[in-house]
């Protein structure tokens, strides 16, 4: 999987019951978004592919209204790239990409601490298994919470291939 990976839809995980926390510590999950079509980030505010937060922020207005919701998740696992506290995170994001879209609490998305969103999204029992690489890492999860898609840092947010995917999901009821 160099590129992207979509599937038909015939994977059967649920993702929507895991819990999570806001940026601000506040306990939700992405149950808050069913109904939607979930773009889940890796983020990080010191990587070479920080700059898609533009892309990823530009996607968000485009698609919001169509159902579209995008959601960063920092993390801190490669490089150190992501050292901030929740507040400093929340400044950088909304002062140097104005981003609007829901950040969640900073998690680890590999190693023994993995938080078990992305032992879900990446476990062998995954519609697309393996480890997540980098920062910026996206997956596609369907209105229903079945994941749809896994894409790599390099995909741009506005890849053909990453939007068509999202249209793609969008389109299914």
């Not at 599937?7 to 306990?27: K, R, S, T, V, W």
């Not at 169509?66 to 950088?92: H, M, R």
């Amino acid at each position: 999987m160099l590129a992207g990976q979509v599937m038909a839809a015939d994977n059967m995980n649920n993702f929507q019951d895991i819990p999570l926390n806001d940026i601000n510590g506040h306990p939700t999950s992405l149950k808050a978004y069913a109904g939607k079509v979930v773009l889940l980030v890796n983020v990080a505010s010191k990587c070479g592919f920080t700059p898609q937060y533009a892309g990823l922020e530009a996607l968000y207005k485009k698609y919001k209204d169509k159902g579209l919701v995008i959601i960063g998740v920092p993390s801190n696992d490669f490089g150190g790239q992501e050292p901030g506290s929740a507040e400093e995170i929340v400044t950088f994001c909304k002062s140097k990409y104005d981003v609007t879209f829901p950040l969640m609490a900073k998690i680890h998305v590999v190693g023994a601490e993995k938080h078990p969103l992305y032992v879900a999204l990446t476990g062998k029992d995954s519609a697309f298994p393996g480890e997540v690489k980098w920062n910026f890492q996206k997956f596609v999860i369907g209105r229903d919470g079945v994941l749809l898609g896994r894409f790599e840092s390099r995909v741009k947010p506005d890849s053909t291939e990453l939007i068509h995917a999202i249209e793609a999901a969008l389109a299914r009821s």
